[in-house]
């Protein structure tokens, strides 16, 4: 039975009469990485649309909601996990305050200091993009087996560490 192939398949036998002194084996995993990750781009661009969340929205709403009971971080714990300018996430909080999906509060530690902390309605926004996207994110990888699942994920959290020491 021969296998199926795809567009990358096409591309790097192109590739491959043009420039036989080439090594494309890089091509065939990268290339795949690229276009899946366009694909990745829609179903959570959708997920969030269905969810009337932005997707620098869900950064911060999902960074207080994984921080737990009661659902609070300060502007500069939240820096470090969404990686943006001070001004940026002034900003953003700002917005969130606005569509009241987070509230500032004032650090009962540091009275110098605040914590932005997740409202109701924040929850439940955030918990339903998860859900959304979990869901779709599923269903772009419908085609593999669990064991397959578990395979890539091993081998994508190997290729990932060398780039995030």
Do not use: C
């Not at 300018?85 to 540091?110: C, K, Q, W, Y």
Request: charged residues 35%; aromatic residues 4%.
């Amino acid at each position: 039975m021969a296998q199926e192939t795809d567009e990358v398949d096409r591309i790097v036998g192109a590739w491959g009469v043009q420039r036989p002194d080439l090594d494309f084996s890089p091509l065939e995993v990268l290339s795949r990485v690229a276009r899946l990750s366009r694909h990745l781009d829609i179903a959570r661009k959708e997920a969030f649309r269905r969810s009337d969340i932005e997707s620098w929205e869900w950064d911060v709403l999902s960074a207080l909601r994984r921080a737990g009971v009661p659902y609070q971080l300060s502007p500069k714990q939240l820096l470090q996990q969404t990686l943006v300018s001070s001004g940026t996430m002034t900003n953003r909080i700002d917005r969130l305050v606005g569509r009241r999906f987070v509230r500032r509060e004032a650090d009962p530690d540091d009275g110098r200091s605040v914590l932005v902390t997740l409202t109701e309605e924040g929850r439940v926004r955030v918990d339903a993009a998860i859900t959304r996207l979990v869901d779709a994110e599923a269903l772009l990888l419908d085609t593999l087996s669990r064991g397959d699942r578990e395979r890539l994920a091993v081998l994508l959290r190997k290729l990932s560490l060398g780039f995030d020491a």
